[in-house]
């Protein structure tokens, strides 16, 4: 059997729970048809890079899927049926991916908690004294008029 993830974006109309019954609905379609789905994620709703069916955002789900290709097929024609699947991709790969996967952990990343104010960390590149330098009056810097061009030599 082959391997498979599979991501399916559905409508942002639907709740949490109506997108996990649809993905139980879909993992029973794979188990049906001889194989297995090891793995579900729900990443949440997300912005769409652009409008799908007059849609802004989705919900996000990545199954791993462990199943002859008849059985993908199936699924996937099941999710052309379906109104609430806007999309769906679904990619062969050599192994699945143990643990969280890649958005989870930016998820987890990102909810971190309070990092503080970005102008209070101080320090190289820290934007404590990014805007508090002070850079002189501005008639200490030169003049556009009296500075002299790199490729004439002449003054411009």
């Known amino acids: 059997m082959a391997l ?3 991501v399916l974006l559905a409508r942002q109309d ?17 188990e ?21 069916k007059k849609n802004r955002k989705a919900h996000y789900s990545l199954l791993n899927i462990n199943a002859p290709s008849a059985a993908v ?12 699947v ?3 991709l679904t990619v062969r790969v050599e ?22 104010d ?5 320090g190289p590149g820290g934007g404590g004294d990014r805007f508090d330098r002070d850079r002189g009056p501005r008639r200490d ?5 009296d500075e002299v061009t790199e490729t004439t030599g002449a003054e411009v």
């Open 86 to 88: 806007l999309r769906f």
């Open 14 to 30: 639907v709740s949490a729970q109506q997108v996990e019954t649809l993905v139980e609905q879909f993992k029973g379609i794979i």
């Open 118 to 122: 970005r102008f209070d960390r101080g």
């Open 141 to 145: 810097r030169p003049r556009r008029d």
């Open 32 to 52: 049906a048809n001889g194989g297995s789905v090891p793995k579900v994620e729900y990443w949440g709703v997300k912005s769409l890079g652009y409008r799908i």
């Open 95 to 116: 192994e699945l991916e143990e643990g969280q996967s890649a958005m989870l952990q930016k998820r987890d990343r990102d909810d971190r908690g309070d990092r503080g």
């Open 4 to 6: 498979y993830e599979h």
């Open 73 to 84: 097929l199936e699924m996937e024609r099941q999710m052309r049926i379906n109104e609430d």
